[in-house]
């Protein structure tokens, strides 16, 4: 089956400094590539994804790469804020009509002001 | 309500009990699926159900019974739970169609504490 490796586990950065997590993957098969962010007691939202017949995804101060010869895809992000504050969950998965995401282990992002 | 509910929000159940976690999705999805999120542990996959049959069974122990009466509901029936069963509970659901929409949509999950 798919396995996911995420690093770091946690990442602190300053305002307005960019934020970058890494992320691998083993199934070559996977094409779709998730990323979520869940805050203290909140539930996992979707912030971006990409597919595997795309390399590179943007929105707004967040984007995503992808790197399948290498089996890694990354999140980005840029003029981070303290509300940016959360952890961050990456995700692979072979979409067949439904999609059965297997999960790194997360990184909490931590924004000081 | 919109998006995903789930009820109970807490749960503390002792190991012999018999519980029910209930999701429902107001989305119009056809997908759904159970996630354990515990302490320290990538959120795993539990169950998928794709228009009301399960597809997959992440070789989840048989104290965990899953239910999915209609493409909105989606029950995890528990029953003899372990200590080490304590942890979040989260249902999500998807449109799953030809085009492969694959956005998840989480719920609030359920903290069960078995003790």
């Known amino acids: 089956g798919e396995n996911v490796e995420q690093h770091p586990s946690t990442l602190s950065v300053q305002e307005g400094d960019s934020a970058v997590i890494k992320c691998t993957y083993s199934?070559?098969?996977?094409?779709?590539f998730p990323w979520y962010k869940q805050e203290l007691g909140k539930r996992p939202q979707l912030i971006i994804d990409?597919?595997?017949?795309?390399g590179e995804k943007k929105d707004q101060r967040i984007a995503v790469t992808l790197n399948k010869t290498a089996k890694h895809f990354s999140l980005h992000i840029t003029e981070t804020q303290p509300e940016d504050s959360a952890v961050y969950f990456c995700?692979?998965?072979?979409?067949?009509?439904?999609?059965?995401?297997?999960f790194g282990k997360g990184t909490m992002l931590l924004v000081s002001p | 309500e919109t998006g995903v509910t789930q009820t109970p929000r807490h749960l503390v159940m002792g190991m012999t009990n018999k519980k029910s976690l209930k999701c429902e999705q107001h989305?119009?999805?056809?997908?759904m699926y159970w996630y354990k999120q515990s302490a320290k542990k990538p959120l795993e996959l539990m169950f998928v159900?794709?228009?009301?049959?399960?597809?997959e069974n992440n070789s989840v122990p048989s104290r965990f019974s899953p239910e999915c009466p209609n493409s909105s509901h989606l029950f995890l029936h528990l029953h003899t739970l372990q200590p080490e069963d304590s942890a979040l509970y989260l249902c999500?659901?998807?449109?799953?169609?030809?085009?492969?929409?694959?956005?998840?949509?989480f719920g609030p999950g359920t903290r069960l504490t078995v003790t």
């Open positions: 999500a659901s998807s449109q799953a169609l030809r085009t492969n929409s694959a956005e998840q949509y």
């Open positions: 199934d070559s098969a996977s094409n779709y």
């Open positions: 990409i597919r595997s017949n795309v």
């Open positions: 995700a692979a998965s072979k979409v067949q009509g439904y999609s059965t995401l297997t």
């Open positions: 989305l119009g999805h056809n997908a």
């Open positions: 159900y794709n228009f009301k049959e399960q597809t």
